[in-house]
């Protein structure tokens, strides 16, 4: 289980979004 790495992406993901 890679639930920390899943939590790395999903931050990026935020931080994409609120980037944009």
Known sequence: ME???LKRF???MLATS???
Do not use: E, V, W
């Open 10 to 12: 999903i931050l990026l």
């Open 18 to 20: 609120s980037l944009l």
């Open 3 to 5: 639930i920390i790495s």
